[in-house]
């Protein structure tokens, strides 16, 4: 897998979109980009996940770079329900097996 | 909206004894898992599941550790003589294979386990 690399905490305010980035460098060809978070103590939340492509969905968009080394996850108008840490995973694990790393911070705030 | 469930939501016992968690999984899903989260640190893999048997686990799944598919629907994590540092959040997760490597993984709220 892929190592990732984020950000520890990031604020937004509260309506504007919140750009969140992740390196994967060593992303390999066939190792998909996902996204969760982690709202207080709760399981983690699915949002969205990509191979080369950009990826929107009811939650969030996911751009991709062409060369597939970064991506960002867009909440388009963040609400205080999005406080909580964000999770970018770079695997192709034969089984589906996460490794979750530290992760992003992020607080919505009014 | 189909969801992971699990039980209890907070189980306490003692040092030594032995706890069984359990979990109801989406009922289509093929792919089963168990992880943990020490409290506040990141949460970590224990095993995978599939097809009766598992597929893969990590280094934390000793032979304390245990899973079971009992009947169609559940699938429980026992751990046979527990350690105060097995105290955490367990947290299940079952999956869909989307084809071309892609699994779309969905967690249930977890259970708080206290090992006093």
């Known amino acids: 897998d892929a190592k990732t690399t984020q950000p520890p905490s990031m604020d937004c305010a509260e309506g504007r979109a919140a750009n969140l980035p992740c390196n994967h460098s060593?992303?390999?060809?066939?190792?998909?980009v996902y996204w969760y978070r982690q709202i207080h103590s709760q399981g983690p939340q699915y949002i969205i996940h990509?191979?080369?492509n950009n990826e929107t969905n009811e939650m969030a968009s996911l751009i991709i770079t062409e060369d597939r080394k970064s991506s960002t996850l867009i909440l388009p108008h963040a609400t205080l329900r999005d406080t909580a840490v964000y999770y970018c995973?770079?695997?192709?694990?034969?089984?589906?097996?996460?490794?979750f790393g530290a992760g992003t911070q992020v607080v919505v705030t009014p | 909206e189909p969801e992971v469930t699990q039980t209890p939501s907070h189980q306490v016992t003692q040092m030594g004894q032995e706890v069984i968690l359990r979990c109801v999984p989406i009922?289509?899903?093929?792919?089963f898992y168990w992880y943990r989260q020490i409290l506040g640190q990141k949460v970590e893999f224990l095993v995978s599941?599939?097809?009766?048997?598992?597929?893969?686990k990590s280094e934390i799944f000793d032979d304390q550790f245990s899973v079971e598919r009992p009947d169609g629907s559940n699938f429980t994590l026992k751990i046979r003589s527990t350690k105060l540092e097995d105290s955490a959040m367990y947290f299940c997760a079952s999956s869909a294979f989307l084809g071309q490597g892609a699994y779309e993984q969905y967690f249930g709220p977890g259970t708080r386990l206290t090992v006093t």
């Open positions: 009922s289509n899903h093929l792919y």
């Open positions: 995973i770079a695997t192709t694990d034969s089984w589906g097996k996460f490794q």
């Open positions: 599941f599939y097809n009766n048997e598992i597929s893969e």
């Open positions: 990509g191979l080369k």
């Open positions: 060593t992303i390999s060809g066939n190792e998909y």
